[in-house]
């Protein structure tokens, strides 16, 4: 049984360890912004187009197919002059401006650094993207935080089948415990 | 050596294992959230009587409306965000960790309306895992959970560490571990270049 256990950690681990790295290390970044430089590289480029298209979502598929540009269609908006458009990826963001009478479109590209991808990788969760490469991220988002729900049930069970720790544990696994409850119920009952 | 680590390893996780849980918890809500906007769903409106000084900004108001109704966990409301209904009313939204206040202020009415908006229980365990230190305005009991959570931040990446040593350490030719993390790794490495 413990022998099982051990396995299925190791197992939760390894297999989630370069994610829970991605996870871990955007945290720091997150909760200690001054350590670190994020500023993105801009760029930007015209990119000849046909003049009159009336659907902006027209337009940035064009973009995607002629321009270069990949990610998912983040935001389009109608203006004076023609479409804004923000195609996105985590850490790369091209904002759009497409000019109807003329046919061009302004196309000004942001990239982000190592730290500033990651962070924009921590935020990239949730199946309802649209673009299927997120979609894909979003699941593996999910497994492993399935793992590392895992990795605490999995660790617990370990320790508790370790005679030798269970007091130090109980006295750890209680002030952690105790904390968060307390933590969380008084929180919670706040309101609204 | 490594009786040590493996005492560490097992002492910091036992520390920080409500934590670490909702860092797992967080990450399945985001993944089953139904879209990138939240639901705002008002759970209970009251009114309160509130009359407005005629001399006051909407700033001023806002801060008065702020002193009067002292609702819990919320902060001062910062002027750029400020809004008006389509009936021009001082519209408040008052966040705080379990959802907002949203205040209208009805002057000709003199009354002020709040619309309790509560975030599920899921969502809230979403935005405690997100909570850090930076944020030295917020309620303290708030800042006392931060601190805890920098902790199980921290303690995440020495588990990556410890947890590495400790599989060698103990079991270098386990086949298995290879394939799980050769198989973590290239999926990593996949979205990096198809995300880039």
Known sequence: ?192 | MNKLVKNLHIYAGLLTLAHLVIYGIAGLVATFQPGQARPKVTNAVRYVPFSVPGSLNDKQVADLVYRTLQLPLTRPMPDWFLRHTPDKDLLLDFYNINGIYRVIVLEREHQLRIDDIRNSNWLFLEDMHAMTLGDAEGPRMVHVWAAWNEVAMWSLLAFCVSGVYLWLSSRPRFIWAYTSLIGGAIGLAAFWWELR
């Open chain 1, 1 to 192: 049984m413990y022998k099982t256990i051990r396995t299925l950690h190791l197992i939760f681990g390894l297999s989630s360890l370069p994610f829970l790295l991605v996870y871990g290390l955007s945290a720091v970044q997150m909760a200690h912004p001054k350590w670190f430089h994020t500023k993105p590289a801009i760029h930007d480029v015209n990119i000849p187009m046909a003049p009159g298209y009336t659907d902006g979502r027209s337009v940035a598929r064009e973009l995607m197919i002629n321009g270069n540009l990949r990610g998912e269609i983040a935001s389009v908006q109608e203006t004076a002059p023609g479409f804004t458009i923000r195609i996105v990826l985590p850490g790369t963001v091209h904002e759009i401006q497409y000019d109807r009478k003329t046919g061009t479109a302004y196309v000004r590209t942001s990239v982000a650094g190592f730290m500033g991808r990651l962070n924009r990788l921590h935020h990239a969760a949730g199946l309802w993207h649209e673009y299927l490469p997120l979609k894909c991220w979003a699941m593996f988002v999910g497994l492993v935080s399935l793992a590392t729900v895992g990795l605490g049930l999995t660790g617990i069970v370990m320790w508790w089948m370790r005679r030798q720790d269970r007091m130090i544990g109980i006295i750890l696994l209680g002030a952690n415990l105790a904390f968060s409850v307390t933590i969380l119920f008084l929180l919670r009952r706040a309101g609204p």
